[in-house]
């Protein structure tokens, strides 16, 4: 059985910062690609960003030159360091994984809430 587990969420002021977790445990065994997705109240869930095996990312025009994503591939984990969050980056933040345990699957973890307000 896959988990994804995220952790790092909260309650932030305009231009602050927060870094989002999510730890992949389970008999897994290769990582193709893992992810950050979100969804605002009344919104369709969209892609943060996103970071293959090779190390190669994308983002969301909304964030790029805010948010870093970054993966630690011995501990199966990936994060999201985001900075100069404003109002519109709350939302419901979901880690997002394809991987073999061992057939091909994609999975989602439970989700954490990030709220940007003063």
């Known amino acids: 059985q896959v988990q994804l587990a995220e952790s790092g969420g909260g309650l932030v002021q305009p231009g602050g910062s927060l870094r989002l977790s999510c730890a992949a445990s389970?008999?897994?065994?290769?990582?193709?690609?893992m992810g950050w997705y979100r969804q605002a109240p009344g919104k369709q869930r969209e892609l943060v960003a996103h970071i293959i095996g090779g190390g190669g990312t994308n983002y969301a025009d909304s964030v790029k030159g805010r948010f870093t994503i970054s993966r630690d591939n011995a501990k199966n984990t990936v994060y999201l360091q985001m900075n100069s969050l404003k109002p519109e980056d709350t939302a419901v933040y979901y880690c997002?994984?394809?991987?073999?345990?061992?057939?091909?699957?994609?999975?989602w973890g439970q989700g954490t809430q990030v709220t940007v307000s003063s």
């Open positions: 997002n994984a394809d991987l073999r345990a061992p057939g091909r699957a994609n999975y």
């Open positions: 389970g008999s897994i065994l290769s990582i193709d690609a």
